[in-house]
């Protein structure tokens, strides 16, 4: 069964930290790696990812992928209060389907 | 960026009323649509795939029945909640693919029910 696993689920830190969130997948037929940024509506995109080792960054955000580990890290660099959102991970397996994690609630604090 | 709309934004409806959700790509051609439902602190789970001109595929476990969907056009979508239960009540979703290889997704705001 394909699942995509993501850690922590939740974590609070103050403005200026340094945050990485966690995302593992297990899926057939992978093609791609999202991520997104859910705060009170609808998810926005973030990040696709298809290539190890390549990092995509944008702005204090960056993320990259581990295609022989199956993981992918988004980093969040002095964090700020607007940043306060639920990060979902996806997956694409081989279709326009999505898998979804459960997402990892982030919480900072000014 | 491509836009996804829904309508409406929030419904509050009597146990036993159906409810139409719409769904619209408002500046490309969606031949696909994902509908998707988010209760309380879970994630984004997939109900079913929108096919214009097409039945929609539902996942395993969401009654096609009890959630009509409606591909009637290129740019809409519709999902209809029939005889909606306090337990429908969640966070409905729709997406549309947005690129050729469909990896790339793009949510509609969407539609919050609460079914008293």
């Known amino acids: 069964e394909d699942k995509v696993v993501q850690s922590p689920l939740s974590l609070v830190v103050h403005e200026g930290d340094t945050v990485t969130l966690n995302c593992s997948y297990e899926?057939?037929?992978?093609?791609?790696l999202l991520w997104y940024k859910q705060e009170k509506k609808a998810p926005t995109f973030l990040f696709m990812l298809?290539?190890?080792?390549i990092e995509k960054k944008s702005g204090r955000l960056s993320s990259i992928l581990d295609k022989k580990e199956l993981f992918s890290i988004l980093n969040i660099t002095a964090t700020q209060t607007g940043d306060s959102a639920v990060y979902l991970c996806?997956?694409?397996?081989?279709?326009?389907?999505?898998?979804f994690g459960k997402g990892t609630k982030l919480t900072v604090n000014p | 960026g491509a836009v996804v709309s829904q309508h409406p934004s929030r419904v509050i409806c009597k146990s036993g009323t159906s409810v139409k959700i719409e769904c619209r790509s408002l500046?490309?051609?969606?031949?696909?649509m994902f509908w998707y439902r988010q209760f309380p602190k879970q994630s984004l789970m997939l109900m079913a795939t929108?096919?214009?001109?097409?039945?929609?595929?539902?996942e395993q476990g969401v009654e096609k029945d009890k959630f009509l969907i409606n591909h009637a056009s290129l740019t809409l979508s519709t999902l209809t909640v029939t005889s909606a239960h306090p337990e429908d009540s969640s966070f409905y979703i729709c997406?549309?693919?947005?690129?050729?290889?469909?990896?790339?997704?793009?949510f509609g705001p969407g539609t919050r029910l609460l079914v008293l």
């Open positions: 899926v057939t037929n992978f093609r791609s």
């Open positions: 996806a997956v694409s397996r081989g279709s326009e389907k999505l898998v």
């Open positions: 997406s549309a693919p947005g690129t050729v290889l469909g990896e790339t997704q793009y």
């Open positions: 298809t290539s190890s080792g």
């Open positions: 500046d490309f051609q969606a031949t696909t």
């Open positions: 929108s096919n214009e001109g097409s039945k929609a595929t539902y």
